[in-house]
């Protein structure tokens, strides 16, 4: 389980005394003892697929903090938010290439046949089901409009 994963790596993290590293696990820890708390509540259990959402929204938060730094001239804030991200990128799964992606919204597009911007919606849900968290939704998004035209 991830969170197994996490308690090993930040005692190496530790060892090394690396702490970007130490600290962004302790951050995804915290995260994910949230998640499963919140979980907790509705009687279900925190699972890998639960544990990835949490992960790819710390990820989101990273990069979107790294941009504001950058744009408020906080080099070493941002050099930091990016490096988090990093690290929590490799603990997600290898995301597709744009091209990987077009041969799947390509499938979908032959199996709901004809396709025009008002099922946009259907073919994002069709897609995304596919895909299984492979690719950013934004990414997906953006395929799917630049081929409906």
């Known amino acids: 389980m991830i969170l197994d994963d ?3 790596q930040l005692k190496d993290a530790l060892k090394a005394k ?4 130490a600290s962004t696990i302790r951050m995804l820890v915290s ?7 919140e979980l907790h509540g509705k009687g279900q ?4 697929a639960d544990a990835l959402d ?12 790294a941009l504001a730094f950058e744009q408020a001239d906080r080099k070493e804030m941002a050099e930091k938010e990016k490096a988090e991200a990093a690290y929590i990128e490799t603990l997600l799964p290898p995301q597709l290439s744009d091209e990987e992606i077009l041969v799947i919204i390509d499938e ?9 911007s008002k099922d946009f919606g259907k073919v ?21 409009k630049a081929k409906l035209g």
């Open 124 to 144: 994002m849900k069709e897609v995304m089901a596919k895909i299984g968290g492979q690719a950013d939704g934004g990414t997906v998004s953006r395929l799917i």
């Open 45 to 48: 259990d925190l699972t890998d």
């Open 6 to 8: 996490l308690s090993s």
């Open 31 to 37: 995260a994910l003892h949230n998640k499963e708390i």
């Open 18 to 21: 690396d702490d970007v590293q």
């Open 108 to 116: 979908v597009f032959a199996e709901i046949g004809e396709v025009s």
């Open 54 to 65: 949490v992960l790819k929204k710390e990820l989101k938060k990273r990069k979107e903090a």
